[in-house]
Protein backbone atom coordinates (compact mmCIF):
# COMPACT_ATOMS: atom_id res chain seq x y z
CA UNK A 1 0.00 0.00 0.00
CA UNK A 2 1.26 3.38 -0.88
CA UNK A 3 1.73 6.31 1.86
CA UNK A 4 -0.66 8.87 1.59
CA UNK A 5 0.45 12.50 2.78
CA UNK A 6 -1.71 15.60 4.11
CA UNK A 7 -1.04 18.42 6.52
CA UNK A 8 -3.21 19.96 9.34
CA UNK A 9 -3.09 22.38 11.78
CA UNK A 10 -2.44 19.41 14.18
CA UNK A 11 -1.37 16.17 14.39
CA UNK A 12 -4.48 14.59 15.25
CA UNK A 13 -6.38 16.64 12.67
CA UNK A 14 -3.90 15.45 9.61
CA UNK A 15 -4.09 11.38 11.16
CA UNK A 16 -8.11 12.06 10.95
CA UNK A 17 -8.13 13.15 7.46
CA UNK A 18 -5.82 10.62 6.05
CA UNK A 19 -8.18 7.58 8.13
CA UNK A 20 -10.72 9.30 6.31
CA UNK A 21 -9.05 9.19 2.89
CA UNK A 22 -8.09 5.85 3.54
CA UNK A 23 -11.45 4.83 4.83
CA UNK A 24 -9.70 2.09 7.45
CA UNK A 25 -9.86 2.07 11.65
CA UNK A 26 -6.50 3.43 13.34
CA UNK A 27 -5.22 -0.20 14.52
CA UNK A 28 -5.15 -0.77 10.60
CA UNK A 29 -3.21 2.09 10.03
CA UNK A 30 0.72 3.76 10.04
CA UNK A 31 1.56 6.85 10.75
CA UNK A 32 4.71 8.70 9.83
CA UNK A 33 4.92 12.30 11.58
CA UNK A 34 7.22 14.43 9.45
CA UNK A 35 6.68 17.37 10.54
CA UNK A 36 4.93 19.35 13.77
CA UNK A 37 3.85 22.31 14.26
CA UNK A 38 5.82 24.95 16.36
CA UNK A 39 4.65 26.06 20.09
CA UNK A 40 4.33 29.93 19.65
CA UNK A 41 2.91 32.73 22.15
CA UNK A 42 -0.29 32.45 23.51
CA UNK A 43 -1.29 28.86 22.78
CA UNK A 44 -1.11 29.20 19.14
CA UNK A 45 0.60 27.29 16.81
CA UNK A 46 3.60 27.92 13.85
CA UNK A 47 3.74 25.98 11.05
CA UNK A 48 1.70 22.87 10.45
CA UNK A 49 1.77 19.07 10.91
CA UNK A 50 2.68 16.80 8.02
CA UNK A 51 1.98 13.22 7.99
CA UNK A 52 1.33 10.98 6.17
CA UNK A 53 0.00 6.81 6.25
CA UNK A 54 -0.44 3.95 5.18
CA UNK A 55 -2.65 0.64 5.50
CA UNK A 56 -0.52 -1.20 8.17
CA UNK A 57 1.27 -4.33 6.05
CA UNK A 58 0.24 -7.86 6.82
CA UNK A 59 3.73 -9.20 7.50
CA UNK A 60 6.23 -6.66 7.60
CA UNK A 61 9.55 -7.46 7.17
CA UNK A 62 11.57 -6.24 10.03
CA UNK A 63 14.09 -3.47 10.09
CA UNK A 64 16.85 -5.23 10.37
CA UNK A 65 16.35 -6.57 7.82
CA UNK A 66 15.37 -3.77 5.81
CA UNK A 67 18.55 -2.51 6.64
CA UNK A 68 20.22 -5.50 6.20
CA UNK A 69 19.34 -6.49 2.61
CA UNK A 70 20.50 -3.90 0.30
CA UNK A 71 23.99 -3.78 2.05
CA UNK A 72 23.86 -7.23 1.63
CA UNK A 73 23.19 -8.03 -1.38
CA UNK A 74 25.68 -4.51 -2.45
CA UNK A 75 28.58 -6.43 -0.36
CA UNK A 76 27.73 -9.50 -2.12
CA UNK A 77 27.90 -7.79 -5.37
CA UNK A 78 31.33 -6.24 -4.98
CA UNK A 79 33.17 -9.02 -3.47
CA UNK A 80 32.08 -10.81 -6.56
CA UNK A 81 33.98 -8.37 -8.77
CA UNK A 82 37.22 -7.79 -7.10
CA UNK A 83 38.06 -11.89 -7.27
CA UNK A 84 36.46 -11.76 -11.02
CA UNK A 85 37.86 -8.47 -12.08
CA UNK A 86 41.33 -7.56 -13.16
CA UNK A 87 43.35 -4.48 -11.01
CA UNK A 88 41.68 -2.33 -13.26
CA UNK A 89 38.25 -3.09 -13.24
CA UNK A 90 38.63 -3.41 -9.43
CA UNK A 91 39.70 0.05 -9.06
CA UNK A 92 36.69 1.36 -11.14
CA UNK A 93 34.65 -0.74 -8.45
CA UNK A 94 36.47 1.42 -5.61
CA UNK A 95 35.58 4.81 -6.96
CA UNK A 96 32.26 3.84 -7.53
CA UNK A 97 29.95 4.76 -4.53
CA UNK A 98 31.70 8.36 -5.37
CA UNK A 99 30.00 8.22 -8.96
CA UNK A 100 26.59 9.27 -7.53
CA UNK A 101 27.98 12.80 -6.34
CA UNK A 102 29.93 13.29 -9.43
CA UNK A 103 27.09 13.07 -11.57
CA UNK A 104 24.72 16.07 -9.88
CA UNK A 105 22.20 14.23 -8.88
CA UNK A 106 22.39 14.73 -5.00
CA UNK A 107 21.94 11.20 -3.83
CA UNK A 108 23.81 9.54 -1.92
CA UNK A 109 25.41 5.76 -2.48
CA UNK A 110 22.53 3.37 -1.39
CA UNK A 111 24.59 1.86 1.72
CA UNK A 112 25.07 5.04 3.12
CA UNK A 113 21.27 6.26 2.45
CA UNK A 114 19.88 2.60 3.52
CA UNK A 115 19.80 3.44 7.34
CA UNK A 116 18.41 7.45 6.91
CA UNK A 117 15.65 5.72 4.97
CA UNK A 118 14.52 2.96 7.98
CA UNK A 119 15.05 5.74 10.58
CA UNK A 120 11.31 6.55 11.92
CA UNK A 121 10.94 10.18 12.24
CA UNK A 122 10.59 11.68 16.16
CA UNK A 123 7.22 11.84 16.87
CA UNK A 124 8.01 14.17 19.96
CA UNK A 125 10.60 15.98 21.38
CA UNK A 126 9.86 15.40 24.63
CA UNK A 127 7.73 13.18 27.48
CA UNK A 128 3.96 12.81 26.61
CA UNK A 129 1.40 14.99 28.91
CA UNK A 130 0.19 13.37 32.04
CA UNK A 131 -3.20 12.50 31.62
CA UNK A 132 -4.06 14.38 34.73
CA UNK A 133 -2.07 17.54 33.99
CA UNK A 134 -4.19 17.05 30.44
CA UNK A 135 -7.26 17.15 32.28
CA UNK A 136 -6.89 20.01 34.58
CA UNK A 137 -5.97 22.04 32.07
CA UNK A 138 -8.51 21.22 29.44
CA UNK A 139 -10.96 21.18 31.92
CA UNK A 140 -9.40 25.36 33.11
CA UNK A 141 -9.70 26.35 29.40
CA UNK A 142 -13.01 25.43 29.08
CA UNK A 143 -14.10 26.77 32.00
CA UNK A 144 -12.87 29.73 31.09
CA UNK A 145 -14.58 29.49 27.34
CA UNK A 146 -17.78 28.83 29.19
CA UNK A 147 -16.95 32.25 31.15
CA UNK A 148 -16.14 34.37 28.18
CA UNK A 149 -19.39 33.11 26.53
CA UNK A 150 -21.56 34.17 29.75
CA UNK A 151 -22.64 30.50 29.70
CA UNK A 152 -22.78 27.81 32.61
CA UNK A 153 -22.04 24.29 32.15
CA UNK A 154 -21.07 21.21 34.04
CA UNK A 155 -17.59 20.35 32.68
CA UNK A 156 -16.95 16.34 33.06
CA UNK A 157 -13.79 14.69 31.99
CA UNK A 158 -13.26 11.24 31.82
CA UNK A 159 -9.70 9.39 30.63
CA UNK A 160 -9.71 6.00 29.23
CA UNK A 161 -7.48 2.98 29.47
CA UNK A 162 -4.86 4.77 27.06
CA UNK A 163 -4.79 8.04 28.84
CA UNK A 164 -6.78 10.19 26.43
CA UNK A 165 -9.62 12.30 27.31
CA UNK A 166 -13.14 12.92 26.59
CA UNK A 167 -14.96 15.88 27.53
CA UNK A 168 -18.24 16.43 27.90
CA UNK A 169 -20.40 20.02 28.52
CA UNK A 170 -24.09 19.81 29.79
CA UNK A 171 -25.83 22.91 30.29
CA UNK A 172 -28.64 25.13 29.19
CA UNK A 173 -28.56 27.38 26.16
CA UNK A 174 -25.10 25.80 24.75
CA UNK A 175 -26.16 25.74 21.32
CA UNK A 176 -24.16 28.82 20.51
CA UNK A 177 -21.07 26.48 21.05
CA UNK A 178 -22.86 23.66 18.82
CA UNK A 179 -22.96 25.26 15.63
CA UNK A 180 -24.29 24.58 12.60
CA UNK A 181 -23.55 20.81 12.02
CA UNK A 182 -21.37 20.24 15.18
CA UNK A 183 -18.57 23.04 14.03
CA UNK A 184 -18.16 24.99 16.93
CA UNK A 185 -17.46 22.07 19.04
CA UNK A 186 -14.92 21.32 16.31
CA UNK A 187 -13.37 24.20 16.83
CA UNK A 188 -13.43 24.78 20.36
CA UNK A 189 -12.02 20.86 20.43
CA UNK A 190 -9.02 22.19 18.43
CA UNK A 191 -8.33 24.82 20.66
CA UNK A 192 -8.10 22.85 23.63
CA UNK A 193 -5.65 20.85 21.38
CA UNK A 194 -3.54 23.45 20.71
CA UNK A 195 -3.48 24.39 24.37
CA UNK A 196 -2.50 20.94 25.44
CA UNK A 197 0.56 21.11 23.16
CA UNK A 198 1.59 24.74 24.37
CA UNK A 199 1.54 23.26 28.02
CA UNK A 200 3.58 19.90 26.75
CA UNK A 201 6.17 22.19 24.95
CA UNK A 202 6.33 20.30 22.71
CA UNK A 203 6.08 16.72 24.02
CA UNK A 204 3.15 14.61 22.88
CA UNK A 205 -0.34 15.18 24.17
CA UNK A 206 -3.37 12.77 25.03
CA UNK A 207 -6.26 12.40 22.21
CA UNK A 208 -8.96 14.70 23.27
CA UNK A 209 -12.76 14.76 21.89
CA UNK A 210 -15.39 17.14 23.23
CA UNK A 211 -19.00 16.87 23.25
CA UNK A 212 -21.78 19.49 24.08
CA UNK A 213 -25.28 19.00 24.81
CA UNK A 214 -24.53 15.18 23.95
CA UNK A 215 -24.50 16.45 20.34
CA UNK A 216 -22.14 14.78 18.97
CA UNK A 217 -23.56 11.33 20.58
CA UNK A 218 -26.93 11.33 19.41
CA UNK A 219 -25.87 12.80 16.01
CA UNK A 220 -23.95 8.63 15.41
CA UNK A 221 -27.06 7.19 15.58
CA UNK A 222 -29.17 9.74 13.02
CA UNK A 223 -26.21 9.49 10.53
CA UNK A 224 -25.58 5.42 10.68
CA UNK A 225 -29.91 5.72 9.73
CA UNK A 226 -28.78 8.56 7.16
CA UNK A 227 -26.62 6.05 5.78
CA UNK A 228 -28.27 3.33 5.82
CA UNK A 229 -31.00 5.42 3.79
CA UNK A 230 -28.62 6.39 1.10
CA UNK A 231 -26.94 2.37 0.78
CA UNK A 232 -30.65 1.90 -0.54
CA UNK A 233 -31.27 4.53 -2.51
CA UNK A 234 -27.51 3.95 -4.47
CA UNK A 235 -28.46 0.17 -4.89
CA UNK A 236 -31.84 0.94 -6.56
CA UNK A 237 -30.62 3.94 -8.42
CA UNK A 238 -27.28 1.89 -9.31
CA UNK A 239 -25.89 5.91 -9.27
CA UNK A 240 -23.19 7.58 -6.80
CA UNK A 241 -24.68 9.70 -4.10
CA UNK A 242 -22.49 12.57 -2.04
CA UNK A 243 -23.11 12.71 1.53
CA UNK A 244 -23.28 16.25 2.50
CA UNK A 245 -20.79 15.18 5.66
CA UNK A 246 -18.26 17.68 6.35
CA UNK A 247 -16.38 16.28 9.86
CA UNK A 248 -13.61 13.82 9.36
CA UNK A 249 -14.77 12.34 12.02
CA UNK A 250 -18.38 11.68 10.72
CA UNK A 251 -16.71 10.71 7.29
CA UNK A 252 -15.07 8.20 8.84
CA UNK A 253 -18.21 6.84 10.46
CA UNK A 254 -19.99 6.51 6.74
CA UNK A 255 -16.85 4.81 5.44
CA UNK A 256 -17.02 1.80 8.42
CA UNK A 257 -20.81 2.11 8.16
CA UNK A 258 -20.51 0.92 4.59
CA UNK A 259 -17.69 -1.11 5.08
CA UNK A 260 -19.54 -3.06 7.46
CA UNK A 261 -22.90 -3.43 5.95
CA UNK A 262 -22.86 -2.87 1.95
CA UNK A 263 -20.05 -4.68 0.74
CA UNK A 264 -21.27 -4.49 -2.57
CA UNK A 265 -20.52 -0.79 -2.67
CA UNK A 266 -17.69 1.73 -1.88
CA UNK A 267 -17.11 5.02 -0.75
CA UNK A 268 -14.58 8.13 -1.22
CA UNK A 269 -14.20 11.52 0.02
CA UNK A 270 -13.87 14.54 -2.65
CA UNK A 271 -13.01 17.92 -2.28
CA UNK A 272 -11.33 19.70 -0.12
CA UNK A 273 -12.01 20.81 3.71
CA UNK A 274 -14.27 22.40 5.10
CA UNK A 275 -16.22 21.34 2.09
CA UNK A 276 -14.97 17.77 1.54
CA UNK A 277 -17.64 14.99 0.97
CA UNK A 278 -18.39 11.18 0.89
CA UNK A 279 -19.76 9.89 -2.33
CA UNK A 280 -21.24 6.63 -1.88
CA UNK A 281 -20.93 4.27 -5.82
CA UNK A 282 -22.21 1.16 -7.01
CA UNK A 283 -18.42 -1.13 -6.22
Same mark, same amino acid.
Given at each position: ?????????????????????? $????? =????????????????? *????????????????????????????????? #????????????????????????????????????????????? =?? *???????????????????????????????????????????????? $????????????????????????????????????????????????????????????????????????????????????????????????? #? $?????????????
Amino acid at each position: MEWVETTARTIEEAKDLLLDQL $GVDEP =ETEFEILEEPKPGLFGR *TKGQARVRARVRPKTPPSRDDRRRRPAKGKDKA #ESTNDAAAPAEKKAQAEKAPREPKASGNGRAPREERAPREERPPR =EE *TGPRLASDVAATESEAFLQGLLDSFGATATITITVDEEGDLSAELVGD $GLGRLIGPRGGIISAIEELTRTRLQHVASGGSTPRFRLDIGGYRASRRPNLEVLVDEVIEKVRTSGQPHVLDVVLAGERKLVHDRVAETATDLRTHS #E $GEDPVRRVVLSPA
